[in-house]
């Protein structure tokens, strides 16, 4: 009898287990991939209900940032939410099945579009979706766009820029599909710093969420903005393009240390100059064209090219005045001298005539007051041949050492230790041009970093 009984109980209790299955929860359902019941029409009993829809999204990684193009290209997580009035069922007939995935070409979806989006997702659709007891429908994506968005590098590369991503439906207005999101800006903030996996050359901030509601085509639709602010890092920006400007800059202040005589300090300021050349091509291909307001760091690069400009200029004058100074006996050189110079000079050469005229003088008084016969005269002649000899063979070794002299004062006018007329003015230009072109230099720099900063 006892024995009778315990089997009647397991017999009992085998017979009250339940086998379910999710196809069990279709059939209750007739969800099939036919029944246009759930994939044609909005998911409400009655048409003036809305459907209410949830959209957060996620941001997973910056894959790109395109200055020249200003365009974006993010990778996001993307979540929609809605309830469909025509499912539901009750977990405890199934077993306690809470959910069930079926196909998402089987149920109606919400119709959005983002406006900033200029090419096709480029990541493959979740082929699945979410369904639970209640009747809500969720459906997750990845996304990887290209969007636009209007890039502001007037403090390039300390920049700091904002991308929007914007949804709204195709065709349904806010009387027919209201458009919600379910997390604050602080959480998704939260949440994406904690799922980036990639920022590439940027540092993402923050990320704000607004709702507004727009009148597009006549009628007035929900639209969602995810805004997201990222910093650009900048070092290395710095350490190739902002330092190696600052050291042409401190190698050309260095060059005044070059002598100015031969020709190295000019062809080394044209190659320092070059060289920035080079680097403003480099920064042309950066920077987008259409930006409203000159960039910081090109107002830089021209600021120390003009410099270094003016620089070289006044290399080329200061030259060109030393090479008058050491000219010989040319015009430039004789207009080049100062009055009290060419005075001395005059002076000095009438001083030369006066000498030659009195030998002459002396040598012509043996011609009017000799009168001796014809043999004296010729032995009085022969010795005088000779005196004029030897007085015109020492005139004329004066005559090479004073030419030797006057060229030698010419060409260096140094003997005394004394530099020419402009070698002693360059060395003021050079002077006061130094002191001139250190303030300007700092100034311009301190001036332009403060508003960098």
Not at 187 to 198: A, F, Y
Not at 243 to 263: H, Q, Y
Request: aromatic fraction near 12%.
């Amino acid at each position: 009898m006892l024995a009778g009984f315990v089997l009647l109980l397991v017999l009992t209790a085998v017979d009250g287990e339940k086998v379910c299955s999710h196809q069990d929860v279709l059939n209750h359902l007739n969800l099939t991939r036919h029944n246009e019941l759930y994939s044609l029409t909005r998911p409400v009993l009655d048409f003036r209900q809305p459907t209410n829809v949830t959209l957060d999204i996620l941001l997973y990684a910056i894959l790109e940032v395109r200055e020249n193009d200003q365009t974006f290209v993010p990778y996001f997580w993307k979540f929609m939410r809605w309830d469909n009035q025509y499912i539901s069922w009750n977990q405890s007939d199934f077993c306690g099945i809470e959910k069930i995935y079926v196909p998402t070409e089987m149920l109606w979806k919400p119709d959005f579009t983002i406006e900033e989006m200029i090419a096709k997702d480029r990541a493959p659709p979740s082929p699945l979706l979410t369904i639970f007891s209640n009747g809500t429908v969720l459906v997750q994506n990845d996304q990887v766009l290209i969007i636009t968005c209007r890039m502001h590098v007037h403090k390039f590369p300390f920049d700091t820029q904002s991308c929007n991503i914007s949804f709204k439906s195709f065709i349904h207005s806010v009387e027919e599909m209201k458009v919600f999101c379910s997390t604050s800006s602080k959480e998704v903030t939260k949440e994406s710093r904690e799922l980036m996996r990639t920022q590439y050359e940027w540092l993402f901030q923050n990320m704000t969420v607004t709702s507004k509601i727009v009148n597009t085509f006549g009628f007035d639709q929900d639209l969602i903005i995810f805004t997201i602010y990222m910093k650009r890092r900048s070092i290395l920006y710095i350490v190739n393009f902002l330092l190696p400007i600052l050291f042409f800059l401190c190698l050309d202040l260095a060059s005044f240390l070059i002598s100015d005589g031969g020709g190295e300090k000019l062809s080394f300021k044209v190659t320092v100059l070059l060289a920035i050349t080079v680097l403003q091509l480099i920064l042309n291909d950066i920077l987008p064209s259409s930006s409203n307001r000159i960039p910081l760091i090109a107002v830089y690069c021209i600021g120390v090219f003009t410099l270094m400009l003016l620089s070289l200029l006044e290399t080329i004058l200061v030259m060109y005045l030393i090479r008058r100074d050491l000219a010989p006996q040319d015009s430039e050189t004789d207009e080049g001298r100062s009055p009290r110079e060419d005075k001395q000079g005059r002076n000095n050469f009438h001083q030369c005539g006066g000498e030659e005229k009195t030998w002459n003088d002396s040598v012509c008084v043996w011609d009017v007051f000799a009168d001796e016969t014809p043999a004296e005269r010729l032995q009085t002649s022969g010795s005088q041949l000779t005196e004029e000899s030897q007085g015109l063979e020492k005139l004329s070794e004066d005559l090479r050492v004073a030419v030797k002299t006057l060229r030698l004062l010419l060409n260096s006018r140094t003997e005394d230790g004394k530099p020419g007329y402009w070698a002693r003015k360059t060395k003021i230009i050079n002077k006061c041009f130094f002191v001139c072109y250190a303030v300007a230099a700092s100034l311009f720099l301190l001036l332009l970093f403060l508003n960098w900063n």
